[in-house]
C-alpha cells in the first residue's frame, strides 16, 4: 500500500526517553567517579602523604590524554567514522579500567606491597607509588571519559535532532551531573570504616554504566536496521580538512573559548569545593559535601528548563553572557567574603546550568551535524586544556599561600604534650608569617603510631578562636568531633567486663544495660544477658552505644551505630564503625605511650578563588564577542532550536 510511512523506532516517545535514560546513567556514572575524590583530599593529605599540589596534579592527569594526545580530537574523529557503538563500548571500557585501577593504588593491598609498587617504587622517587598508581589509573580513566561524553552527546543528537534536542541535551547534562552531586553527598558517608570505600563504589557504579551502554547498543542496532545510511556519502565523510575549517570559524573559536575558561572555572572549583567550606566555614565534613552538591542540584532543576526557554525562545548567545557574569559574582564571593556559603554555590548552580544548556545545542547551528562528532571533539579538546591546567595550577597556589598548615609533633614533643593533660598551644600564620588574628578556626589533630605519615591510629576535630597574636590551645581528647579511632591501641590496663548501655534511636529509650564481653581480636563486644525491649528484636535497629569504666563511673566510648538484635535477644556490635561522639583518650594510652602526631590548620583559599572570578571574566569577555558575531554570522543563536 503506498502512500503509508513506517513510523521509525525513534518516532516514538517512549523509545526516545527510554536512550535518553540508559545514556544519561552511564553519563552518571562518568561523572560520579570523576568528582568522587573532591570531599576525600585531607584523606590524601593525611593517609597518603599527597600535598594539594600533588592532589592537583592527580586530576590534572585525567586531562593529560585529552591534551597532549589530542584524544578528544582524535575521539571525535573515530566516532565520525566508526560509529557510536563501537566507540562508546571501547572507551566506556576504558573508563571502568581506569577507575579501578585508580582505586587500587590507594588500597592498602597496594600499600602493602602488592602488585605494582615495586615498579611504582623503582622510578620517580620523589613521588609516591600511591600517587603514581592512582596516576595512571586517571590518566586511563581520563582517555576514556572525555570519547565517552562525546558518543552519549551524539547519541542524544541522534534520536532527538528536529524534536526536543535541546531539552534532552540539558536533561543528559542535568541527570549526569546527578553523579557529581551523589559523589559530593556520599563520599564523605562511605569513608567509615575504610575511606578507600568511597572510590570503590564509584568503580563499581562505572561497571554498571558500562552494562547500561551494552543494553543501549542492542536498541541502537535495530534503529540503524531500520535507517540505511550510505557512508560513501561525500558530504558525510571525514576529511582532515574538516577541522582546519572548524577552528577558522569565527563563532566557534568563540565558543570554544567560553567553553575552555567557563568549564576551568567550575570543574576545578568542584574538586576543591568540599575542602574549601571544611577550611573556610569549619563546615563537617558530610555537611561541606552536602553543600557542594547544591550547585550540581541546582544544574539538575534548571539545566532542562533553560534548555527548553532555548528550544522555544531562544535567546542562547544572551543566557551564555549572563551564566558568565553569575560566575564571576559567586567566585569573588567566595574569595573576598565570608558570606553564607550556600549563597554563592546556588549562584553557581544557576551559571552551571545556563551555559551549557546553551551552549552545546548552539553547536548544531554553527557545524553541520556529520561534524558534530569532530566540532565536540576540538571542543573538549580545548576544554582539557584547562581541565589540565587549572587543578594543578590551583594545587600549587594552594601549597604555596598556606606554608605554615602542618604542625609536625615528634615524639619527644609529644611527650610535653602528654605532661600537660594532653594540652597543645599553636599559632596561626600565613604565608607571610602574618597571624590571623581573633578568627574561628578548625584544627585538626591526627595522632601516629609511630612517624609522620604512618599509622593513623587517632584524628579529631576542634572548633577554635584564635587570640590577637594567631594563637590557639585544643585538648587532644576534647575534640568537636571524631574522625578516627584504633580501637585496637586500647589500654590492657581497662577491665573491660566493662558497663555499656545501648539505646534506641536516641538517648532516651534505653534497651540494654548491662556488661559486655570485649573481644579485642574481632574489635567486638558481644552481650551476656537479655535486652529490655521486645520489639527490638529479629530486626535491624539505630541507635547510640555508650561504654563506661563502672571502676572510675567515667564515659569511655560513645557511638551512633546501626545493629542487629536476633530472637534470642543475642547481638554483636563491631566498634569504631559508626559515627563516634566521643572518647576518652586515656583509655587508649594517649598520656602514656610514645606517639607522634600532627596539629593541622585551615588552608586559605583566597588566593585560587581568585583566579577561578578571573577566569570568569575571561568567559564573559568571550560569551559578549560571541553575542556580536552572531549578529553577522546568520547562525541564529538568538533564535529558537525547535522546527516547526
Not at 54 to 82: C, E, H, K, Q, T
Not at 113 to 139: E, W
Not at 444 to 452: M, S
Not at 531 to 554: A, C, F, R, W
Request: charged residues 20%; negative net charge; hydrophobic residues 45%.
Amino acid at each position: 500500500m503506498t502512500g503509508i510511512i513506517k513510523k521509525k523506532l525513534k518516532d516514538y516517545k517512549f523509545a526516545r526517553w527510554g536512550v535518553l535514560a540508559l545514556t544519561s546513567f552511564a553519563m552518571i556514572t562518568n561523572y560520579y567517579f570523576y568528582d568522587a575524590l573532591a570531599p576525600l583530599t585531607d584523606f590524601l593529605r593525611i593517609n597518603l602523604g599527597f600535598s594539594s599540589g600533588d592532589y592537583g596534579f592527580l586530576m590534572s592527569v585525567y586531562s593529560i590524554p585529552n591534551v597532549f594526545l589530542a584524544m578528544a580530537i582524535i575521539g571525535g574523529v573515530i566516532l565520525d567514522r566508526l560509529g557510536i557503538r563501537l566507540t562508546g563500548f571501547s572507551f566506556i571500557f576504558l573508563m571502568a579500567i581506569g577507575g579501578a585501577i585508580t582505586a587500587y593504588g590507594a588500597s592498602d593491598t597496594f600499600l602493602d606491597g602488592g602488585f605494582g609498587y615495586a615498579f611504582m617504587d623503582s622510578f620517580l622517587t620523589n613521588f609516591s607509588p600511591a600517587l603514581k598508581m592512582m596516576c595512571l589509573g586517571f590518566f586511563i580513566f581520563g582517555l576514556g571519559a572525555e570519547t565517552s561524553i562525546i558518543v552519549l552527546s551524539k547519541v542524544v543528537i541522534k534520536w532527538f535532532k528536529g524534536k526536543e534536542l535541546a531539552l534532552a541535551l540539558g536533561l543528559n547534562l542535568a541527570v549526569g551531573r546527578l553523579g557529581t552531586a551523589l559523589a559530593l553527598m556520599f563520599s564523605p558517608r562511605l569513608v567509615y570504616p575504610e575511606w578507600t570505600n568511597a572510590i570503590w563504589f564509584g568503580v563499581l557504579l562505572l561497571w554498571i554504566g558500562l552494562l547500561a551502554f551494552l543494553v543501549y547498543m542492542v536498541i541502537d542496532y535495530k534503529i540503524d536496521r531500520q535507517e540505511k545510511i550510505d557512508i560513501k556519502d561525500p558530504e558525510d565523510e571525514f576529511k582532515w580538512s574538516d577541522i582546519t575549517d572548524i577552528i577558522t570559524n569565527r563563532s566557534f573559536i568563540f565558543i570554544t573559548l567560553l567553553c575552555v575558561t567557563f568549564y576551568s572555572a567550575v570543574f576545578p572549583f568542584i574538586k576543591f569545593a568540599p575542602d574549601l567550606l571544611m577550611n573556610k566555614f569549619s563546615m563537617p565534613r558530610q555537611l561541606a559535601g552536602d553543600v557542594s552538591s547544591y550547585l550540581m542540584y541546582g544544574t539538575i532543576l534548571l539545566t532542562p528548563l533553560f534548555g527548553w526557554i532555548c528550544d522555544y525562545r531562544g535567546k542562547s548567545a544572551t543566557l551564555m553572557y549572563l551564566g558568565s557574569a553569575l560566575l564571576i559574582i559567586a567566585h569573588l564571593m567566595f574569595a573576598v567574603t565570608y558570606i553564607e556559603p550556600r549563597i554563592p554555590i546556588i549562584l553557581l548552580g544557576i551559571a552551571f546550568s545556563l551555559v551549557p544548556a546553551a551552549m552545546w545545542p548552539a553547536v548544531v547551528k554553527i557545524v553541520r551535524e556529520s561534524k558534530i562528532g569532530t566540532a565536540y571533539g576540538v571542543m573538549y579538546f580545548a576544554q582539557n586544556i584547562g581541565l589540565w591546567a587549572f587543578p594543578l595550577i590551583i594545587g600549587i597556589l594552594i601549597d604555596s599561600s598556606n606554608p605554615h598548615y602542618r604542625t609536625s609533633i615528634d615524639a619527644n614533643q609529644f611527650k610535653t604534650v602528654q605532661e600537660q593533660n594532653m594540652a597543645f598551644t599553636g599559632e596561626y600564620l600565613d604565608r607571610k608569617d602574618n597571624p590571623y588574628a581573633s578568627k574561628e578556626a578548625n584544627i585538626i589533630a591526627v595522632i601516629y603510631e609511630d612517624e609522620i605519615g604512618g599509622r593513623i591510629i587517632w584524628r579529631e576535630n576542634h572548633k577554635v578562636t584564635t587570640c590577637e597574636s594567631g594563637e590557639f590551645e585544643i585538648n587532644i581528647g576534647e575534640g568537636e568531633n571524631f574522625e578516627r579511632i584504633d580501637f585496637t591501641k586500647i589500654t590492657d590496663e581497662v577491665d573491660f567486663q566493662a558497663k555499656v548501655k545501648l539505646f534506641k534511636n536516641d538517648d532516651k529509650v534505653n534497651i540494654y544495660d548491662g556488661e559486655f564481653h570485649y573481644k579485642k581480636e574481632t574489635l567486638e563486644f558481644i552481650s551476656e544477658t537479655d535486652v529490655k525491649i521486645d520489639e527490638v528484636l529479629s530486626q535491624n535497629n539505630y541507635g547510640i552505644i555508650t561504654i563506661y569504666d563502672p571502676i572510675n563511673e567515667k564515659l569511655v566510648w560513645k557511638e551512633e551505630i546501626m545493629f542487629y538484635i536476633d530472637n534470642k535477644s543475642n547481638f554483636t556490635i563491631p566498634l569504631g564503625l559508626g559515627t563516634i561522639r566521643h572518647a576518652e583518650s586515656i583509655y587508649f594510652g594517649m598520656h602514656t605511650k610514645e606517639y607522634e602526631a600532627e596539629i593541622i590548620k585551615p588552608l586559605n583559599y583566597t588566593n585560587p578563588m581568585l583566579v577561578f572570578a578571573l577566569l570568569g571574566v575571561f568567559g564573559l569577555v568571550f560569551a559578549f564577542l560571541l553575542k556580536r558575531e552572531d549578529k553577522t554570522s546568520g547562525y541564529g543563536l538568538e533564535l529558537p532550536n525547535k522546527t516547526k
